[in-house]
């Protein structure tokens, strides 16, 4: 009777850890952007290297969860990999907290569960206890066919994050009408509806202008990206131009981290007269001509230092 409780337990224990796994990757995945970014801001890794790594992660936790759910040869491999993932994962956060203190949110779950690095320590230690008590007590199944198991969970693993949010290209879907280049109205900026002049002349010069809700995910997704090429070269010159209320800004520049980039907020119906109802909207402007207009999915650093200072 006491093997079947600690066998039940035990099973119903590493069952747990599975499914955290499997839940770690999909709330990744589905904010996928947003974990692209905090691995960036962590300065170990580029623009192009970010996406891929991103989803290299999740699709090691989809790996992982799956092997942990069939209790595949749990001491014998599994549980080695998952303890040195957690390990390293431990690790990475403590280099954060000493580095960036302990502001940060890990994306540990995604924006479902917003943890600190302290937080995402102390959840990772109990995990690796967790991992630790199920490698010493429960072996694990002896599947038969172990490499065609490993085989095909590790290609479903790392087929799904890539599948389901393929990486965008810089230029994929970038809009350029070469000899009919469109003019922006921007004297609706200077004389329309405005809560507030812009403080920078923007019909003349180049600038990367983006178009922004204030309520929309997207958008503050655009603009944290914004956050970090501009903390990269504060020579970009990126503008805002909201929509939304006043008393919105300052929630959203403090979660964008973009005190810094100056912004213009009009009212709805004049922001929807330049841009149309669909945003984010991020366009390349020079001297008032929409030479390029981006997804916030395709905003690249190189691409815009290199068309700003051609």
Known sequence: MKNVIKNTALYTLSTLLGFLFLSSAYFKVISIELFELNLFETGLMGWGLTPWIARLVIGIEIFLGILIILNFR?????????FGLLFFFTIYLAVIFLTKGNREHCNCFGSFLILNPVESILKNIVLLVVTFILYRYQKGLDWDYPKLIVAVSLTIAMVLPFAMFPIASASSSVKNSGSGLKKLNLELLYSGSFYNKPAR???KGKHILAFLSLACPSCQMAAYKFHLIKQDNPAIPIYFILSGTINEIPRFLTETKTANIPHTLLLK?????????????????????????ISFLEINQKDIEGWSNN
């Open 74 to 82: 749990l001491r014998g491999f599994t549980l080695r990999i998952s």
């Open 201 to 203: 002349e923007l019909r």
């Open 269 to 293: 119906q004049d922001f929807i007269k330049l841009i149309g109802m669909e945003v984010p909207v991020i366009l390349y402007l020079d001297d008032g001509v929409i030479y390029r207009e």
